[in-house]
C-alpha cells in the first residue's frame, strides 16, 4: 500500500525567510498525482499547490514551489518570503486510485 | 458558490446514541469521500464512493456505514459510536481521476 511520510512533526521560519518541508512516499505506480494541503487554525483544508507525476516540471503557486524527485519519490514544499498567514499545520497527499496523507507538518512564522 | 457542506460541525454525544453527519456538494463531483484526522496520524480515509450505489472501504472503515443514494450525499452513519472514535472528520469531493479533492469544513466528534 502507498504511504506518505513527513518527518518534520514541527518546523519554524522567520518571516520573510524561506522554508522547505519534506515528504516521501512510497508507490509501485507510475501514474499519479501528489498535493501539498494548509490547513489554518479555522481546520479547513486548503490547496496549495499539485504535480502530476508525469510531468518533470516542479509545480509553482507564487511563492509555493516544489522540489518533485520521482525516482526518490521525493515531494517537497518550498515557501519563499513567509507570512504570518502562512502558520498552519501542512499536509503532502498521494492520490491515485486512492487518496494517502502524511502526519503533517505544523510550521510556525515567527514575527 | 462551489461548496462541501457537513452538518453538524460540533457533536457531543454518548456511546451507543446512533447518529448521522451529512455531507453535500454541489458541483457534480462524481466522487466522494470520508477522513478522519487524529493527532499524529493525518487524515485517514473511512470510505469513499464513486458514483451513486457505489460505496468502497478506506483504511478504517470499522464502526462506520456510509450510503450514496444521490450524487451530491453522502453521509456517514455511526450506528453505535464509542469513544475511540471522537475524532475531527472531514467530507470530500472530485471528479474521478486523480484529482485535488474539495473538503468541507470539518465536523468535531466526541462520544463520551
Known amino acids: 500500500a502507498q504511504t506518505v511520510t513527513q518527518s518534520q512533526p514541527e518546523m519554524s521560519v522567520q518571516e520573510a525567510e524561506t522554508v522547505t518541508l519534506s515528504c516521501t512516499y512510497d508507490?509501485?505506480?507510475?501514474?499519479?498525482?501528489l498535493f501539498w494541503y494548509k490547513q489554518p487554525p479555522s481546520r479547513q483544508m486548503i490547496l496549495v499547490i499539485r504535480?502530476?507525476?508525469?510531468?518533470?516540471q516542479n509545480a509553482t503557486e507564487n511563492r509555493f514551489s516544489v522540489n518533485f524527485q520521482k525516482a526518490a519519490k521525493s515531494f517537497s514544499l518550498k515557501i519563499s518570503d513567509s507570512q504570518l498567514g502562512d502558520a498552519a499545520m501542512y499536509f503532502c497527499?498521494?492520490?491515485?486510485?486512492?487518496?494517502?496523507f502524511g502526519a503533517g507538518t505544523r510550521l510556525t512564522v515567527k514575527p | 458558490e462551489a461548496q462541501v457542506t457537513q452538518n453538524p460541525r460540533y457533536l457531543i454525544t454518548v456511546t451507543g446514541k446512533k447518529l448521522t453527519v451529512t455531507c453535500s456538494q454541489n458541483?457534480?463531483?462524481?466522487?466522494m469521500s470520508w477522513y478522519r484526522q487524529d493527532p499524529g496520524l493525518g487524515l485517514r480515509q473511512i470510505y469513499y464512493?464513486?458514483?451513486?450505489?457505489?460505496?468502497d472501504k478506506g483504511d478504517v472503515p470499522e464502526g462506520y456505514k456510509v450510503s450514496r443514494k444521490e450524487k451530491r450525499n453522502f453521509p456517514l452513519i455511526l450506528e453505535s459510536p464509542s469513544p475511540n472514535q471522537t475524532s475531527l472528520y472531514f467530507c470530500?469531493?472530485?471528479?474521478?481521476?486523480?484529482?485535488?479533492?474539495?473538503f468541507g469544513p470539518g465536523t468535531r466528534l466526541t462520544v463520551l
Open positions: 497527499a498521494y492520490r491515485s486510485n486512492d487518496m494517502r
Open positions: 470530500a469531493s472530485s471528479l474521478l481521476g486523480y484529482n485535488e479533492q474539495f
Open positions: 458541483m457534480n463531483h462524481e466522487y
Open positions: 464512493s464513486m458514483n451513486v450505489e457505489v460505496t
Open positions: 508507490t509501485s505506480e507510475s501514474d499519479y498525482y
Open positions: 504535480q502530476e507525476a508525469y510531468k518533470q
